[in-house]
């Protein structure tokens, strides 16, 4: 199925809850309004199926507040509603994403994971992608971890990578 990819508004905010009933990402609503008003400090995108609508979002932040990314736009909040996971819709947010950086005159693009289970499918998406590690380690909120210290496993456990354009 062709996947269409579209700047965020705030009708395809409504489809997007809409069919995501029923799953985590119906709670999304707030950020979603929060990433539409961010508008000049982040590029929001859905992808559209034919005869769905919305079923993905994702967002590029030209500054990123991770450290190590200085002068590297970030790819965040990559999302695709489970049961249309595998037909191209993340990989057709990731084009989107980096030919904007790339005709933005970024050479570079970075992209956060989660290091749990959940966010397997999203690090061998990336890492095929040409995706690598940025050699900083596992983070948490941002920030290095340190070795023998604890740290919860939770969405703020994570390993940045970047992709040359």
Known sequence: ???????LS?????????NAKGTYLAERKEIL???LAEKNERLAIVATLPGVGAVGYATLV???HYPYFDGIPEIMDL??????????????MLDYLENDAKECGYKTIGIGVGLYADYGPAQRLYIKRGYIPDGK?????????IAYDSYP?????????TKKL
Do not use: C
């Open 137 to 145: 380690g596992a983070v948490y909120d941002g920030k290095p971890v």
């Open 62 to 64: 030209r500054k990123s």
């Open 153 to 161: 496993i939770d969405d703020s456990l994570a390993l940045y990578m």
């Open 33 to 35: 309004e929060r990433y």
């Open 79 to 92: 999302n695709t509603i489970e049961k249309y996971r595998g037909q191209g819709v993340a990989s057709a």
């Open 1 to 7: 199925m062709p996947v269409k990819i579209e700047k």
């Open 10 to 18: 705030d009708s395809n905010i409504n489809a997007f809850i809409e």
